[in-house]
Nanobody, 128 residues
Framework: EVQFVESGGGLVQAGGSLRLSCTAS????????IGWFRQAPGKEREGVSC????????YYSDSVKGRFTISSDNAKNTVYLQMNSLKPEDTAVYYC?????????????????????WGQGTQVTVSS
């Protein structure tokens, strides 16, 4: 059975750091594009970062570039999102997701609708 389990959310002060993890089972983690998304109350889900298996690159939204880092530990079937210099506007539920069709490449992450497998979400709250 396909599973993608998230952990690492919590409450931090502005300027602090947090590391999110997603551990996969039941699908080809090493071969699927992996994305991180977030959704704040009353807002649409937005892309944060992704790993493209097609071009081997990582991509970031302008709002998090330079502060967040996506990485993958293939031996553990785990993807991470290291979040530094957190701001109150980063407050959201964060989701990991996998795209078997590998739509992310050439300078962009695919939109959320093209990702098939999703984690359960983890709350990140940044206080001012």
């Amino acid at each position: 059975e396909v599973q993608f389990v998230e952990s690492g959310g919590g409450l931090v002060q502005a300027g602090g750091s947090l590391r999110l993890s997603c551990t996969a089972s039941g699908f080809a983690f090493d071969y699927y594009d992996i994305g991180w998304f977030r959704q704040a109350p009353g807002k649409e889900r937005e892309g944060v970062s992704c790993i493209s298996r097609t071009d081997g690159r990582t991509y970031y939204s302008d709002s998090v570039k330079g502060r967040f880092t996506i990485s993958s530990d293939n031996a553990k079937n785990t993807v991470y999102l290291q979040m530094n210099s957190l701001k109150p506007e980063d407050t959201a539920v964060y989701y990991c997701a996998a795209d078997p069709a590998n739509n992310s490449a050439f300078g962009r992450c695919a939109p959320p609708r093209l990702f098939d497998y999703w984690g359960q979400g983890t709350q990140v709250t940044v206080s001012s």
